[in-house]
């Protein structure tokens, strides 16, 4: 599987962005999806998960009711909508593949993108 994540950009504090990851290959519907996230200094952490199907999603605390993830297995596309985005949301937002369910474990997942940059000023 491969991945391109895109969508990132320069977005005032209280803005929205909408992230993309596609996937190649004509298995998508079989991978669990994740989207992580690295500021600088930092180490890569979590940010939400959704399985194959769409039917489990999980969020890390610090984006719970802002950020939402989701999938469309016929575009072999997962998205995360940003919504009231902070200055602290700053990062390299990466997209990664693992097979059927989802789980924050970034070291449980197989593929990754490239990463896409969102930058929150204040």
């Known amino acids: 599987v491969q991945l391109q994540a895109s969508g990132g950009g320069l977005v005032q504090a209280g803005g929205s962005l909408r992230l993309s990851c596609a996937a190649s290959?004509?298995?998508?519907?079989?991978?669990?999806m994740g989207w992580f996230r690295q500021a600088p200094g930092k180490e890569r952490e979590s940010v939400a998960a959704?399985?194959?199907?769409?039917?489990?999603?999980w969020y890390a605390d610090s984006v719970k009711g802002r950020f939402t993830i989701s999938r469309d297995n016929a575009k072999n596309t997962v998205y995360l909508q940003m919504n009231r985005l902070k200055p602290e949301d700053t990062a390299v937002y990466y997209c990664?593949?693992?097979?059927?369910?989802?789980?924050?474990?970034?070291?449980?997942?197989?593929?990754w993108g490239q990463g896409t940059l969102v930058t929150v000023s204040s």
């Open positions: 990664a593949a693992r097979p059927l369910g989802s789980t924050p474990v970034k070291t449980s997942y197989d593929y």
């Open positions: 959704i399985n194959y199907n769409g039917g489990g999603t």
């Open positions: 290959g004509r298995t998508f519907s079989s991978y669990g």
